[in-house]
């Protein structure tokens, strides 16, 4: 089997990461402070836990904001992450969630979030779970790893094997092109939402049924989201937000959910509750990257139906502040090295 291996570094020569396709520039929406306010916000270092945090905090009895069951009849022996344990949470936990709806969905949903950015998991330097996170789709297959908290994340290429393609840009950036678990778009997006709803304040909860009811299964939405992608090496924690609109507005969702992880922000934007998609999907202001291409840039998607994705990629443009290059094996013209800063 011909290899070739690169070495991203998430100290010193840090990489930037973009990523490529139809995306759209956002403007600044000045307008977003003004129409929404932050109910929840919370953020994590993976890797580095803050005390326990129980949310809201317990109360007995204990009751679950999904199934609406109570103790003792209703069971809260596990502990129940409000934001994913698969990326890195060991700190934020729900109160209000029984042991049954966070085995039947709960874990379910994370799972599939996770497929859904497992490329950028591996690429990020964020160890996100112990012992790192590895893509990789069959077992002689390419891989990129990402073992420890402040090692490199390594790329692994396996010659003939299309699942990891590696290519030279210029003389700073090398891309990447990686297929993609298979995963449900729909589920990873129900991921966020489902944050979001737990993260609602108990006083909120009447309002947004509809949320609790097709988070259940119990109706059917086709949910709008936005993802949006900042250039540079990501942050190296993690975030929940949740926004309210203040006034009522038709077209424009009452709820807007955030979640940030590394170099991605995906935005969930909640339906009234007649569930029909929001017209607009609102945003905060971004500010521009110091990292090239400095603009943030991102897409809306609206998911028609739940499906397993077999066949998708992320493809990503890593830059590196010293030139870097693929240097082809003289044998067959393919495999190589990716050897940053030997030419300084």
């Known amino acids: 089997m011909d290899e070739r291996v690169v070495v991203i570094p998430s100290y010193g020569m840090v990489p930037s990461?973009?990523?490529?396709?139809?995306?759209?520039?956002?403007?600044?929406?000045?307008?977003f402070s003004a129409e929404y306010e932050c109910v929840f916000r919370h953020t994590l270092e993976p890797g580095?836990?803050?005390?326990?945090?129980?949310?809201?905090?317990?109360?007995?009895?204990?009751w679950c904001r999904f199934c609406r069951g109570s103790s003792p009849v209703a069971l809260f022996r596990t502990d129940a992450h409000l934001m994913p344990e698969g990326f890195g949470n060991r700190e934020?936990?729900?109160?209000?969630?029984?042991?049954?709806?966070?085995?039947?969905?709960?874990?379910?949903?994370?799972?599939q979030l996770a497929k859904f950015l497992n490329p950028l998991r591996a690429i990020a330097p964020i160890v996100s779970r112990p012992g790192g996170v590895k893509h990789k789709l069959h077992d002689e297959g390419s891989y990129l790893v990402n073992a420890k908290d402040g090692d490199p994340t390594t790329v692994c290429i396996i010659q003939n094997d299309p699942t990891v393609v590696l290519g030279q840009v210029d003389d700073h950036t090398i891309s990447l092109r990686v297929r993609k678990q298979p995963h449900s778009p729909h589920r990873a997006i129900q991921a966020i939402a489902r944050m979001g709803f737990m993260?609602?304040?108990?006083?909120?909860?009447?309002?947004?049924?509809?949320?609790?009811s097709w988070l259940r299964g119990e109706c059917e939405h086709q949910p709008t989201?936005?993802?949006?992608?900042?250039?540079?090496p990501g942050l190296r924690v993690s975030q929940l937000a949740v926004y309210l609109r203040k006034q009522p507005v038709v077209g424009l969702p009452p709820l807007v959910v955030a979640y940030n992880f590394a170099t991605v922000v995906l935005f969930w934007h909640a339906p009234s509750q007649s569930l029909r998609i929001p017209m607009e999907a609102p945003l905060p202001t971004f500010g521009l990257s110091p990292f090239?291409?400095?603009?943030?840039?991102?897409?809306?998607?609206?998911?028609?139906?739940?499906?397993?994705?077999?066949?998708?990629?992320?493809e990503y443009q890593i830059r590196f502040t010293r030139r870097v290059e693929v240097t082809p094996r003289p044998d067959t013209g393919q495999g190589g090295t990716t050897r940053p800063g030997d030419h300084g």
């Open 225 to 232: 989201a936005t993802i949006v992608h900042v250039p540079g």
């Open 199 to 212: 993260a609602l304040p108990e006083a909120l909860l009447p309002e947004f049924e509809h949320i609790r």
């Open 292 to 314: 090239y291409p400095f603009v943030p840039s991102g897409f809306k998607i609206t998911i028609l139906r739940d499906e397993v994705l077999r066949e998708s990629h992320d």
């Open 48 to 62: 580095n836990p803050a005390g326990r945090v129980d949310y809201p905090p317990r109360q007995e009895p204990r």
């Open 17 to 31: 990461i973009s990523v490529l396709g139809h995306g759209i520039v956002l403007p600044g929406r000045h307008a």
């Open 92 to 111: 934020l936990f729900s109160s209000q969630e029984c042991d049954t709806c966070n085995g039947n969905s709960g874990r379910a949903l994370e799972d």
